[in-house]
């Protein structure tokens, strides 16, 4: 894949919420320079990733990019408490199938979010994985999950085809508003 292919995967969830985004389990910023390029200045990242020569490497490739987009760069685990403000969008890519309790940390990472706020999702279309990729997630199993934790709306953003597990998928939920339930299933 390519930055066109990583664009193409979260535009649908992310230009029509601008704001404060995170980006969560970042590694060198595949995500975040598309999350930048989509975002065209009409937002900022907030770049997680417990790494930090990852979050080094896409500093400097930020820099040469998008020079003029507004990135901090937190070195943290989301799988633990982190300092984040309220925020419009949250965008994990390719990092979440590494967590087995997925429930556990979504619910923690949701109290970020702001209520009507989005969460985009990138992952591997499957739900047995491999050494490189433990804990994939398939859009079935997602849209599943994505109820369970207070995320609702959830429809499936693009699809690409993908050497390893068949397909990589986008999805983009929103946090239910305060006061409104929804029922899943």
Known sequence: MDHADHVGLIRAGVEERPGIWADLGSGTGAFTLALADVLGGRGSIISVDRDARA?????ARMAQAFPAAAVRYLEGDFTRPLELPDLDGILMA???????????????????LQPGGRFALVEYDADRGNPWVPHP??????QR??????LTGT???ARVPSRFLGAIYSAISEKVPEGRFEESG
């Open 94 to 112: 390719n990092s979440l199938h590494f967590i087995r309790d997925k429930e556990l940390v979504l619910r923690r990472l949701l109290e970020h």
């Open 55 to 59: 979050l080094a490497e896409q500093r």
């Open 145 to 150: 999950i994505a109820a369970e934790v207070g």
């Open 155 to 157: 429809r499936l953003g």
């Open 137 to 142: 997630i398939s859009f079935d199993m997602w």
